[in-house]
DNA sequence: ATGCAGGTTCCAGTTACTGGAAGGTCAAGA
DNA sequence: TCTTGACCTTCCAGTAACTGGAACCTGCAT
């Protein structure tokens, strides 16, 4: 199968494909034209690795969750503690983004966004007293 | 004021404030001996970047905001616009990683994770049906 | 024969720094 | 005076994960 097949097949544009290649993610088959040559299981691992990054796992973490997948000896601890350190991850991003959420609002709510100059946003970033 | 303390007053590293000149968010004036000299203004500056970087604006946001922030016959309006798509940005950020929460948690959770080979974690990733 | 879609490689750009090498400058102490 | 160490300079390369584009080749249909 081409690589247009396997793209649409994946979710995963043609050029990101050809990237996991360079950087040994997939080693696909090579045709007499010198085309890429995807089989059924290459498309798999290429869905695989579509999810995996859908959820939020680099790609040296997707290396890592597909030499587990291919270990037939190996234990769900090691899955789940991968997930795990994600999901730590995912938490304490999103406090830091609900913590910028709250100030960025409040200095929202403050401002009010006319033709005026004066602007709490401003004062704040400049270092004046903060808006109450 | 040398690099060194415009780095500690600004609480940007020195690193990142020879980056911001050469981005041209700052130009300190040059010592005869070559050695940046920073102002009291210009320290200002790099504090109202350290700020906004804080608050999650890219830099060429922080760009538009400085130059608003010295335009004396600005809107308010303007800072507000900036403002308020970047808090949109975090919104659909947060709910993007809210997301991934969900099904993370939901599959570490459904995971035995024990000395056993079989996951769900992997299961989901290679797209057997999901976990319920 | 020709056109076009789709394949190939390789290089550069993106964001916002960060690390490191090689070398110049300055102030203090022996 | 010499040296040492801290601090400064420039420049180059690397990070993460692609993405765009140029220049060129292949396959298929008209």
Redesign the pocket.
Known sequence: M??????ERSG???????????IRLVK?A????????YSSEDVHRLRF?QRA?GLG??????RQLLSLYADKRRESADVKAVAEAKLIEIDRKIAELVSLQKTLRHLVHACHGDERPDCPILDELSGSDPVQ
């Open positions: 081409n690589i247009g097949d396997a793209a995963l544009p043609a050029k990101t494909i050809r990237y996991y290649e360079d696909p090579r045709g007499e034209n010198g085309y890429r040559d690795l990054r796992f680099s790609v040296e973490e997707c």
